[in-house]
């Protein structure tokens, strides 16, 4: 292995060669061999008593664990008692019968064993008894051994007499004392009286089980020098009797764990108060409601106030219940995991969620909203419509420019008395009962319309009144935008796509009708309420600010400058309107606070302050009275904005009489090194004059719209980007931009690719003036006139030059940088949204998806529906198989097969001439066509759906055409059978499907299922009911985060991507209705109902489970409020999107009201039966009507609703409008009727991006792309394109050379060649790709740039031929001194750079930062540098095993073997860092920081093996009778640590390895170093066992410096 213990040296020589470094000489284990012992090896060929084994104990050897080794020392357990009597009374075959047996009756774990048990469960394992006993010692070559009665006597002798075990094994003896084990023992017991016998029965002495020499703790070390080791064993055991009390009133806490916690962290008393403390408040909470509920229920009565005594017992016992299930639940929810109780919703903010009668969406906003009257009021109206009409770049901006919407009634006031019928489709007029739509505005209408006062009223109006009834009436945005459309005017204009439909059979012409409607989105509604929020947020701030400056002018003891400058800010709050203006202000504020500090001992506390308060230069500055010469001189900052809001000098400074080098001159100090010289005090003044202007407002806010003017964008391009740019990558347009003008990124994603391209490393981006001398000094001269004097004298015009100075310093090096920043800010943000937004539209399109139509004879849809599901599979070793899945009509498996041999490359149809073919004859397919036959007979699905994700899916489509034609030649009559007449095919798009398969509702359903298997249930599934499998991925765990909807949609954070896709299932959702009963009985389809207005998940999962408590189903809409299961608000917001059916068993028998399977709120109940009154004519308003009016629709579309309107209210003196009467009348006609788009089949083009993976704007014409050749012919080289799923590729005969006529490919092709060619053709309908490997093909890439980049984009710049050759230099002169392979890998932790520069970058870090590299030769290799303790470095190798991915992208799994023997395998990077190097790295800091480290300073050097070996000959002369032992890292073997000791006559050395699980120790991982050096402690001389018989030579090879393998690992 080449990726062991690397050193960096040994990595580099690696990488400069290419050659992987032998091992050698390498342990059984993966690990350095350990150094042998003279004095040890003769011990352990002894020829003294028992030094021969006989039967009985090689017998054991066999069966022990091939890490218990025998030393004949310590007896083996089956050797206990009676042994000699044995052996005399039976004979050898006996006795090994007897101990066999007994060895199986008493199986029992070793203590290290117990010991990991515990460590990875956290459960405390009870030990049987122990049956170790000593041998006789042997008497060696003469050597006196000494005898011992027990193992801790060998451990005492070596680690000291008064030493017993660790804490971590405090278990073994105190469990019964301290409770955390099975402590009923009695045998346990005993043993527990006899430690407190020993320690002559002091109850702390139990715990005293620590070992001096282990755990160090300051406290003890205080006392111990204070008053040596007694005052020290006082202290300690002090600790314990506190801790311990401590845990008795804690529960869930082991003293083990705090004793771990206290070796590694020290005092942890602190921790545990605020244990207690959180717990006891949970607690509280707890209590607190429980009393409450009591309170609320039970009121003041007690049972003793009841005369009946029945009546009293039964209130005892339901309290007592009550209380017993109020307990169990606060148990759970104190033992549960914090993490575990979020994700399920148990935490007690959950449980304030669920009962609060408000929606759930708009709860979890509270917490960063303004307060109400703030955002329903005019101001914040007025803040929204000029962000949206002026400021904002969104979807929404275009829409309502557009104006396309849906109207009736009377146009409003500003546009006249009539609409103007060529403003309506199709010439529409008769508004007065009927829904037309307004075409929107064309050419300078927009303009007319933002100028008409009347029409901007109306839109701030209807601004407001969205903002009320979100805000103030707590109702949902879907809510409001169905049910108060009279109310929202322009807000509820629609894009073009979403459209009704136009029916020219429609009467009157032109009239919306109910099976017109179509499902839209509510871009500007929902972009209201992200204003709102902003707009909130910003008011938190100022309001935070505000109180700031308040208290700081209150606190003021006169009217000071401090107090002053507060007053001021406070009052520019009120007119700010912004965030940068908002930052101005503070900006301000600071600079005059730095001021009114200066000469104050106490430094400021506010933010960055600080930093100026810091700087010496203006302290001695004011100090010394400068600031108060300058006003002499200078007009304040204050002035100075008074001037620039004016446009003219409504204040000048006044001119010296002297130069500024005269009158500065008396501040000059010798004494003082800033102001030696009257230079110095100018600059100094300079300075603080630019400082003070660059706070000013005014004058940041003149730079910002210059800037904002004259800025503009340009990119330079790195080495990197050379290569990788081009005009088919994503990011190829950041390539060459120059001179982008700021104002030409309006609505395009444009800079979030630069900045993207920036982030990774392409190009380096610039955002300045566009000539940057002449702009700058453009933006500057106007200020300039307004801060110099008018004076002409000399002496003016040297304090105008120092004016000017000062002025610029304030622009260029204060001004502009934050500027820059605020420009790339909202540049990013602006092109953020843009990419959202197509995001969401990306989502919609999945979302608004409708079921496969299975329609039976009559055109009635198929009620009892059986659908099969198709997902193509690799096979064989590469992955499972095709998988064909059957599921019933409410999405339930019923049965599944695997094939094989359809699987994987799947053979063509191969015809013989004069022969038909058939598949059942294909001896390659014809045993799965058979069975796949059987199946489909035996099920006979109504439809076929087959996964269209890769290219062979198309094979597996046409097998299955023939299948079918076989079914229907050999069996037409159950073919014909079925209600749809024959078995429907239908290909389908795959992505949510196989989001779904991993996704945490798949493993929940169906957990023992193969992921294929979960992939093709969902795929069936969304034949059924597409939204609900969407939904299931868009709920808690945002499995849709993998589903690709967007190029750019890794660079925008998930959290911000997550709320957009939310608002596009909530629209869906809402529009389509969610059927409750159904939603109760089948779980799948549960999913959507979260997505409902006023719901959420944890709404929703309480409705359910109310639900389900009462019968399974719900009768009526009105039950859900009158029977508590929702608050009367949120029953306000879902009520009209719950269909309340007939549809589960448990709601057949009820009697349904037709009224509530409609879009009809409750409330609108009445007006909806006095309308079907009308339509029946009949005198008595009853649900009936609604019945009626249902099986008429004819009638109902011929009412007459203005008639009605004024029948109505003329009855029932209330108004009702006329959008609402049209909603309505349109649900009776059609009562939830469908609005997605029709079901449309995939056609060739859809197909074939779908299993190419990719889309047209990545894969176009001039783009090269590697190919693998599969066959060749004289005319063509078929080929598969790895990186596009394998799509098929064709190179003809003139395509393969420019300069040659090609006659026959096989002079230039051979299967399985791997080729460079470039797309020049795509056949989509044959799904074929042409390819050619001409030269004047493969370098036309300055043509393509020029196609796909520079036509596209304005300020694209194709670089001339002098550019190209720079570049091209510059490519050729970066691989000449590359030592690495480039991989464009986008992770946080790789870099494209070489060992040693990785090298020098972790060793700028801490212990365990590492840093993921290329290597430089391999592309199918990776290593992680990472920094090890003593300043070391470790290369560890990353092999990638998927296939070789084109472009030199990661290719996985990943796997990682640090020593031989142990590989680790990996999904991605993301993956590696969380389970390999985060784990690796706290352990080797836990190394490092452990009290035993001896390895050298964090940073280095590390330290020798020599040095250690003297340092512990030192420690053994100061200590005979102890061991001395430390832990080091190997300086010659990066990436081994060892376990140096001197027990015998010389210091030895054990290896060990940092692994993910532990520490790798004597062939076993230990996951602490605690537990691996007990382990030690109790064997210390284990290590004989593991020596393995090595040749003389081997050990007498020289060692030769360098990586791992290439010194032998013996012992010196």
């Not at 394992?125 to 060998?154: N, S, T, V, Y």
């Not at 602006?830 to 299975?854: F, G, H, I, R």
């Not at 079907?1172 to 009507?1185: F, Q, R």
């Not at 394109?1281 to 393969?1296: D, K, Q, R, Y």
Request: hydrophobic share 35%.
């Amino acid at each position: 292995m080449a990726d062991q213990f690397v050193e960096d040296k040994a990595a580099v020589e690696e990488e400069e060669s290419g050659q992987a470094v032998a091992v050698d000489e390498v342990g059984g284990d993966g690990l350095p061999e350990e150094e042998e012992d003279a004095s040890f090896s003769d011990s352990d060929g002894g020829d003294g008593e028992g030094g021969e084994k006989d039967d009985d104990e090689e017998d054991d050897d066999d069966d022990d664990d091939d890490f218990d080794f025998n030393d004949d020392f310590i007896a083996k357990e089956g050797e206990e008692g009676g042994e000699e009597e044995e052996e005399e009374e039976g004979g050898e075959e006996e006795k090994k019968k007897k101990k066999k047996i007994k060895r199986h009756r008493e199986l029992v774990l070793e203590e290290d064993d117990y010991d990991l048990l515990e460590e990875n469960t956290g459960i405390r394992r009870q030990r049987p008894a122990q049956h170790r006993r000593l041998k006789k010692a042997r008497d060696i070559d003469g050597e006196a051994q000494h005898q011992f009665a027990a193992p801790e006597d060998l451990q005492a002798d070596l680690f000291g007499p008064d030493q017993e075990d660790l804490e971590d094994d405090v278990g073994e003896e105190g469990v019964g004392k301290t409770g955390t084990g099975t402590g009923g023992d009695k045998e346990g017991g005993k043993e527990m009286h006899a430690a407190k016998d020993a320690h002559g029965g002091d109850d702390d002495d139990i715990f005293d089980d620590d070992e001096d020499d282990w755990i160090v703790d300051e406290f003890e070390e205080a006392a111990a020098a204070e008053g040596g080791e007694e005052a020290a064993k006082a202290a300690r055991k002090a600790r314990r009797r506190k801790q311990q009390a401590a845990l008795a009133n804690i529960p869930g806490v082991d003293i083990n764990a705090l004793e771990e916690a206290h070796a590694i962290f020290g005092d942890v008393d602190e921790y545990l108060e605020r244990y207690e403390m959180a717990r006891r408040e949970r607690e509280g909470e707890v209590e607190e409601e429980e009393e409450e509920e009591e309170a609320d229920e039970y009121g003041d009565l007690q049972p003793s106030d009841l005369d009946d005594e029945e009546a009293a017992e039964e209130m005892r016992a339901q309290r007592a219940s009550k209380k017993k299930s109020k307990k169990k639940d606060t148990a759970m929810l104190l033992s549960m995991d914090p993490d575990a109780a979020a994700r399920h919703f148990m935490l007690p903010s959950d449980d304030i969620i669920r009962e609060t009668d408000i929606p759930e969406r708009e709860q979890i906003q509270s917490s960063i909203l303004a307060p109400v009257d703030v955002l329903t009021s005019d101001a914040c109206a007025e803040w929204i419509w000029r962000q949206l009409i002026f400021e904002s770049e969104s979807k929404a901006r275009t829409i309502i420019e557009d104006g396309v919407r849906e109207v009736e009634g009377d146009p409003p006031q500003w546009l006249g008395e009539n609409w103007p019928s060529e403003s309506l489709r199709n010439g529409f007029s008769e508004t007065s009962s009927n829904r037309g739509l307004f075409m929107g505005r064309f050419g300078n209408d927009f303009e007319a319309w933002l100028e008409n006062e009347e029409a901007q009223k109306a839109l701030k109006t209807s601004i407001k009144a969205l903002l009320v009834r979100k805000f103030k009436d707590h109702e949902d945005i879907p809510f409001i935008a169905m049910y108060r459309k009279d109310e929202l005017g322009e807000l509820l204009c629609l894009r073009s796509a979403d459209e009704p439909l136009d029916d020219p059979t429609a009467e009157p012409q032109g009239a919306i009708k109910a099976q017109c409607r179509r499902i839209r989105r509510w871009d500007i509604l929902y972009m209201v309420n992200r204003l709102a929020l902003k707009y909130s947020s910003m008011t938190n701030r100022k309001m935070k600010r505000k109180g700031i400056y308040n208290q700081i002018a209150a606190e003021s003891g006169e009217y000071d400058a401090k107090s002053a400058a507060a007053l001021a800010c406070g009052e520019a709050l009120e007119n700010s309107t912004s965030m940068e203006a908002l930052d101005d202000i503070e900006s301000k504020f600071k600079a005059a606070l730095t001021v009114s500090n200066l000469n104050e001992e106490n430094q400021p506390t506010l933010g960055k302050a600080k930093k100026v308060e810091r700087n010496r230069l203006f302290k001695l500055a004011a100090q010394c009275g400068l600031y108060t010469a300058i006003e002499s001189f200078a007009i304040s900052p204050g002035e100075f904005a008074e001037n620039v809001e004016s446009g003219y000098k409504v204040n000048e400074p006044g001119d010296p009489s002297s130069e500024p080098s005269e009158f500065l001159e008396h501040f000059v100090n010798p004494e003082n090194p800033a102001f030696v010289h009257v230079d110095f005090v100018i600059k100094c003044a300079i300075k603080m004059m630019a400082h003070s202007l660059s706070a000013e407002p005014a004058v940041r806010k003149a730079i910002r719209e210059q800037f904002w003017n004259k800025g503009a964008v340009s990119t330079h391009v790195l080495q990197p980007g050379l290569t990788a740019l081009n005009a088919f990558h994503p990011l190829g347009v950041a390539k060459r931009i120059r001179n982008k003008p700021l104002r030409s990124f309006k609505r395009r994603d444009t800079f979030l690719r630069l900045s993207a391209a920036e982030q990774e490393g392409y190009v380096r981006l610039e955002i300045d003036f566009a000539d940057p001398q002449e702009d700058l000094q453009a933006a500057i001269a106007p200020l300039q006139d307004l801060y110099v004097s008018s004076g002409l004298t000399e002496q003016s015009q040297a304090w105008n030059d120092l004016r000017r100075e000062a002025l610029n310093m304030a622009v260029e090096k204060y001004i502009l940088p934050s500027i820059k920043s605020e420009v790339r800010r909202r540049l990013a943000a602006d092109a953020m949204e843009v990419v959202l937004q197509e995001t969401a539209d990306n989502l919609w399109d999945y979302a608004v998806k409708a079921p496969v139509p299975l329609l039976d004879q009559d055109g009635e849809e198929v009620y009892d529906k059986r659908i099969m599901a198709a997902v193509y599979g690799a096979g064989d070793k590469a992955g499972p198989p095709s998988t064909l899945v059957i599921i019933d009509g409410h999405g339930s498996l019923i049965d599944f097969l695997h094939c094989p041999q359809l699987s994987g490359f799947i053979p063509k149809r191969r015809t013989v001439q004069g022969q038909a073919y058939s598949i059942f004859d294909d001896p390659k397919k014809s045993r799965d066509a058979s069975r796949l036959k059987d199946f489909i007979e035996a099920h006979l699905p109504h439809a076929i759906i087959i996964g269209m994700g890769h290219p062979e899916a198309k094979s597996l489509r046409a097998d299955l055409s023939l299948i079918l034609e076989k079914i229907l030649a050999d069996n037409p009559i159950a073919m014909t059978s079925l209600e749809t007449g024959t078995i429907l095919q239908f290909p389908a798009d795959e992505s949510i499907a196989m989001a779904w398969e991993n996704s945490n509702a798949a493993e929940m359903e169906l957990p023992t299922s193969p992921p294929i298997i979960r992939r093709a249930v969902a795929l069936a599934r969304e034949a059924l009911d597409p939204i609900a499998v969407l939904a299931s991925i868009c709920g808690q765990y945002k499995e849709i985060m993998t589903v690709r909807l967007h190029q750019l949609e890794k660079y925008i954070p998930n959290e911000v991507k997550g709320r957009y896709l939310e608002e596009v299932i909530c629209s869906v959702v809402a529009q389509l209705g969610v059927d409750l009963n159904m939603a109760a009985s089948i779980n799948w389809r549960s999913s959507v109902l979260p997505f409902v207005p006023g719901l959420g998940f944890r709404k929703a999962a309480a409705l359910l489970k109310t639900i389900l408590k009462n019968n399974g189903a719900v009768e009526e809409r009105n039950d859900l409020v009158e029977s508590g299961f929702l608050g009367p608000r949120v029953f306000h917001n879902a009520a009209p999107f719950l269909r309340i059916r007939p549809s589960s068993d448990a709601s057949r028998n009820l009697g349904i009201n037709y009224i509530d399977n409609t879009r009809i709120h409750p409330k609108d109940y009445n007006l909806a039966m006095a309308l079907a009154g009308e339509v029946s004519n009949a005198d008595v308003v009853d649900d009936s009507l609604v019945e009626y009016a249902l099986e008429h629709p004819d009638k109902v579309d011929k009412t007459n609703l203005s008639e009605f309107m004024k029948k109505y209210a003329s009855q029932s003196e209330e108004s009702v409008s006329l959008s609402k009467l049209i909603d309505i009348q349109m649900e009776l006609i059609s009562p939830y009727g469908e609005i997605r788009p029709n079901f449309k089949e995939l056609g060739n083009e859809e197909i074939f991006w779908l299993v190419a993976g990719e889309d047209r704007y990545s894969v176009k014409i001039g783009r090269k792309v590697e190919a693998r050749v599969r066959y060749v012919s004289e005319e063509a080289a078929v080929c598969n394109i790895p990186e596009l799923n394998g799509t098929e590729a064709v190179i003809e005969a003139p395509s393969v050379s420019s300069r040659q006529n090609v006659l026959n490919c096989r002079d230039y092709f051979k299967p399985g060649d791997t080729v460079i060619g470039a797309i020049i053709s795509i056949d989509s309908d044959n799904g074929v790709i042409y390819l050619s490997t001409a030269s004047n093909q493969l370098n036309s890439d300055l043509e393509y740039e020029n196609q796909y980049l520079a036509q596209q984009e304005e300020y694209y710049a194709i670089p001339d031929k002098e550019t190209l050759q720079e570049e091209e230099a510059q490519r050729k002169g970066a691989k000449q001194t590359s030592k690495i392979t480039i991989r464009p890998i986008r992770h946080p932790y790789f870099k494209n750079i070489t060992a040693g520069e990785a090298s020098a970058e972790v060793l700028a870090g801490p212990i365990g930062v590492a840093v993921i590299r290329p290597a430089a030769k391999s592309f199918r290799r990776l290593y992680i540098t990472m920094c090890m303790p003593g300043g070391l470095i470790w290369n560890i190798g990353i092999k990638e095993l998927g296939p070789t991915a084109a472009n030199l992208r990661l290719s996985s799994p990943l796997e990682v073997e640090p020593i031989p023997g142990h590989k680790f395998e990996y999904e991605d990077l993301d993956e590696l860092v969380v389970r390999f190097i985060d784990p690796v790295a706290a352990a080797m800091r836990a190394l490092s920081s452990h009290r035993k480290w001896n390895g050298g300073p964090e940073l280095g050097p590390a330290k020798s093996w020599e040095d250690i070996q003297e340092e512990l000959r030192m420690q053994k002369e100061r200590a005979p009778n102890q061991a001395a032992y430390c832990l080091a890292a190997d300086v010659h073997r990066p990436g081994a640590f060892f376990l140096g000791h001197f027990i015998g006559s010389s210091p030895r050395r054990e290896y060990f390895v940092v692994l993910p699980d532990g520490f790798y120790f004597r062939k076993k991982i230990y996951g602490t170093v605690e537990h691996m050096l007990v382990q030690f402690k109790k064997n210390p001389r284990g290590y004989q066992q593991q020596m393995p018989s090595r040749e003389p030579q081997q050990m007498m090879r020289p060692a030769v410096p360098g990586a791992y393998g290439q010194q032998p690992y013996g012992y010196v």
